[in-house]
Each structure stands twice: as structure tokens, then as C-alpha cells.
């Protein structure tokens, strides 16, 4: 079948949300399908789309409805065909997409790692005694408390620059970032320290770059393929398998990991208490193609370990 390209005349529209961030990752995907298919950028549209969760900036994501809040406006638009594809962080994104819409291109993966983001200090370790720390994640919350319960935890949303901007007023001592967002809008200025996944845990899906599309879009579907990076793919199926067993949402403390080594995958998990009082953690490595299974089989064994009333 012949493909039906995209032209400037009528082009490709790409659906994201406004922060430097998410433009970036669109950016990133329209240069992708431009080298893919020797096609000019007039013939890519960023569309962006309002969400509720950059709107609300001031109450906990728990508080206002979670992870779909980042993405509900610009699925609407997916399905209305206001737009072709949807660009996300994958961190950010719940496990069961919305009936007619399928999430199965990733772009090749970012740094996975938390940066610890200080005007004063340059690890963690080197802040005071209630010391306070800035996050908006209820993992970094967890994973903090359990390794500083002095420390005074604040909540700081917003993007990159408006954390920067709290920490020079002094809201905070210290905040943490993905290293993947600060490598995509190039902020080497940003003082930061990388931490390794042994001292922290990201995020599932943390780096990872997901592009979705409307199910019944084979033109979309075709377009995409060339650009999905299986390696990736491989990684979030191991991760997002272990997150949908533990019915994990902006209300649950989870980090996962998961990396590949030529035909085996290595996926570490953890699942901890909100106050940080308890962690739960496990380590397994198995067939690139059980991965999904081994997600499932460590969320049961970890949820088997601390309860059913842990969460």
C-alpha cells in the first residue's frame, strides 16, 4: 500500500502539551519523521494542547485526579482527529489508554536518572539537619524520607524553570529532576548531580519518550513504525507490566528499572511506604521476551511481602 505523505498543504498534525519540555519532545519526534521520510518541518504541525494538570500548579496530583491530567485534553483531541498523534513523557502516562487509541512507539530512551538539583549543596548528603527538599513526586517523597526523615518535604510542581526560579527565592533548599529534561532542553547550566539508580529508583518509564495514535490510523501506524525503537519498547514492557500489577498511580510510591543486555533483561522494582518507614524491594533478570511476565510475577511478590493494605 502507498503511503499517503504528508505535505505542507496538509500536514501531519502532532499534539503535545505547552512546556518547554513536551515541545521539546515533539520537536524531537517531527525530526525524526522528517529524516524518516525526507520531509520538510512545513509539513509536521505542532498542535498545542491546554491540560489540566500544567493549569492546576499549586495541590498535589493526587488531590486533582492523577496522571490522566497530563494527558485526558490532548486523548479527547486523538479521538475528535483535531490532531494525528499524541507526544508524551511516559512517566507520565497511566497504564490503560482510552478505548480506539493504542500507545506503542517509543523513540529511543533518554539518561533514566533523578539529578539532584541545589544552588548549595552538591549531593544529598550534604544538606543540613531539616533541610527543606522540594518535589512533587510521591516517589522522591517516599525515597527521600526513607533515607532522610529530618528532611522537610514541600510541594514544588511546575516545569523546569519554575523550580529553578523556587530555588533562587529560597522556597527550598533543594529540588530533583529528571536528567532526561534537562538533557533534551539543554540546560547544562542547571547545577545538578546525577543519581545513580542504586541510590534512587526512577520513575517508570523515566527518559522515555511515548507517541500515541488512534488504533484505526495505519497511516499513522506506518509512519511510526519507522521511527519506534525496540530496545525501548522492550525495557517500558518489563516496567509498565510490574506498574499495572500494582495498580500503580500518582497515590503509590513505585520506581522501576529495567535494562536490557543482549538477550536478557534485568528488572529492579521497589515499592515503598508514603511516610518512607518502609521499602520493599526486588531484582530479577530473565529473557528479553518475558519481560512483561516478570513484571507481573515482582509486583505479586512484592505485594505479597508487605500486605494488602500497604498502598
Known amino acids: 500500500m502507498t503511503l499517503d505523505l504528508p505535505t505542507p498543504a496538509s500536514p501531519f498534525n502532532i499534539g503535545t502539551r505547552g512546556s518547554p519540555l513536551a515541545l521539546a519532545q515533539a520537536h524531537e519526534t517531527r525530526t525524526r519523521l522528517m529524516a524518516a521520510f525526507d520531509l520538510p518541518q512545513e509539513a509536521f504541525a505542532i498542535c498545542v494542547i491546554k491540560v489540566t494538570g500544567d493549569a492546576i500548579q499549586d495541590r498535589p496530583l493526587k488531590e486533582i485526579g492523577g496522571k490522566g491530567l497530563f494527558t485526558r485534553e490532548i486523548e479527547e483531541a486523538l479521538l475528535d482527529g483535531s490532531i494525528d ?19 506503542n512507539t517509543y523513540l529511543p530512551r533518554e539518561d533514566v536518572r533523578d539529578a539532584f538539583v541545589s544552588l548549595q549543596a552538591k549531593v544529598l548528603d550534604d ?6 527538599v522540594g518535589t512533587s513526586s510521591l516517589r522522591r517523597r517516599s525515597q527521600l524520607l526513607a533515607k532522610r526523615p529530618d ?9 523546569v524553570q519554575t523550580r529553578l526560579k523556587k530555588l533562587g527565592d529560597g522556597v527550598a533548599e533543594a529540588t530533583f529532576l529528571a536528567m532526561a529534561g534537562l538533557n533534551r532542553l539543554n540546560m547544562t547550566d542547571v ?42 519498547g522492550q525495557r517500558l514492557a518489563a516496567e509498565r507490566s510490574f506498574l499495572a500489577h ?66
Open 85 to 103: 498523534i499524541a507526544v508524551h513523557s511516559m512517566k507520565d502516562m497511566p497504564v490503560d489508554q482510552p478505548g480506539g487509541l493504542l500507545l
Open 127 to 132: 544538606l543540613a539537619q531539616g533541610a527543606t
Open 151 to 159: 528532611l522537610n518535604i514541600v510541594e514544588f510542581r511546575g516545569n
Open 191 to 232: 547545577p545538578r548531580t546525577a543519581v545513580a539508580p542504586e541510590d534512587m529508583l526512577p520513575a517508570v518509564a523515566q527518559g522515555a519518550i511515548g507517541i500515541e495514535r488512534r488504533g484505526n490510523d495505519s497511516r499513522a501506524a506506518q509512519m511510526l513504525e519507522a521511527i519506534h525503537d525496540g530496545p525501548t
Open 246 to 311: 500494582l495498580d500503580g498511580s500518582c497515590e503509590t510510591p513505585i520506581g522501576a528499572l529495567a535494562e536490557l543486555d543482549g538477550g536478557s533483561v534485568r528488572l529492579r522494582g521497589e515499592i515503598l511506604r508514603t511516610d518512607g518507614t518502609e521499602v520493599y524491594v526486588d531484582d530479577m533478570s530473565g529473557a528479553v521476551e518475558d519481560g512483561a511476565e516478570m513484571g507481573r510475577a515482582m509486583a505479586g511478590k512484592l505485594l505479597a511481602q508487605a500486605g494488602p493494605d500497604f498502598f
